[in-house]
């Protein structure tokens, strides 16, 4: 196998993709699979979010009122689909959804500063290797996030079953997702959203996004809701703080 991350063992565990439908994806083609994503522009000259969702989740979900809210705070929004997911083809391999993270980007044509990347639970995961690659981006969101994918994957699979040690897969992971590394390499603004409630991502993983971050950063702890309520139980003051961060971009750029 080209690399241990696409193992199907990581895909059955991992994800848990489900097919969608809306008119009009923007496609992006990528390495055997096409993603259908979600374009939402209010004007090209403005900031893009792109939004990578969590694992349990497709692009449908999110269209309608988040994307009218991020497009109200001044920013043309991108919902990225995962291969596997929704309308696109290829299968839900954790190695290849890392590589399609480039040219989901490069699909835009926007410049990085121009750029603000979304990243929710699994979604980190695309979050921050946009974020390493293209580390002048304008602004970078994490919320509910892993600071350690290895900690995540041996909850769901073991070194055994994979045929390889601890000692192998750590270093694949480490080689590919290191998120300490990731997250050192950006030079843009952070925004780090956590329920300090989170029973499925520990609040932990938040807090060491957070101080591994060698940039302009804030960090909001929520004392309502959890892992997939953060939002919708906070929804006035989580997006309060998510318009707060896009509008001290602007300032600041």
């Keep these: 196998m080209d690399n241990l991350l696409d193992h199907p063992l990581i895909e059955q565990r991992y994800f848990f993709p489900r097919k969608g ?8 083609d990528v ?15 403005a900031k893009t979010l792109v939004h990578f969702h969590g694992n349990g989740e497709i692009v449908d979900d999110w269209r309608g009122d988040f994307v009218t809210l991020i497009n109200q705070m001044g920013c043309n929004c991108l919902l990225a689909e995962l291969r596997g997911y929704g309308q696109s083809s290829g299968q839900a391999q954790l190695g290849k959804m890392i590589s399609d993270v480039v040219p989901t980007i490069e699909a835009l044509k926007c410049n990085a500063q121009d750029l603000i990347f979304f990243g929710r639970s699994v979604g980190s995961i695309f979050a921050l290797e946009a974020a390493a690659r293209f580390p002048d981006a304008a602004g970078l969101v994490l919320e509910s996030a892993i600071a350690d994918v290895f900690e995540r994957l041996l909850l769901r699979v073991h070194p055994d079953e994979l045929n390889v040690d601890l000692a192998t897969l750590r270093n694949v992971v480490d080689q590919q997702l290191n998120h300490q590394r990731k997250i050192a390499l950006f030079k843009g603004d952070l925004l780090v ?61």
């Design 31 to 45: 390495d055997g699979a096409r993603l259908a994503c979600s374009y939402h522009e209010i004007n090209p000259e």
């Design 21 to 28: 439908f809306f008119a009009d994806p923007f496609w992006v």
């Design 193 to 253: 959203l956590h329920s300090v409630h989170d029973g499925l991502v520990d609040v932990s993983h938040g807090q060491r996004l957070y101080d591994w971050a060698t940039t302009r950063k804030t960090i909001k702890l929520f004392d309502r809701g959890d892992h997939n309520s953060i939002m919708m139980v906070n929804a006035r003051e989580y997006f309060a703080c998510l318009e707060n961060f896009i509008r001290s971009l602007d300032s600041s750029g």
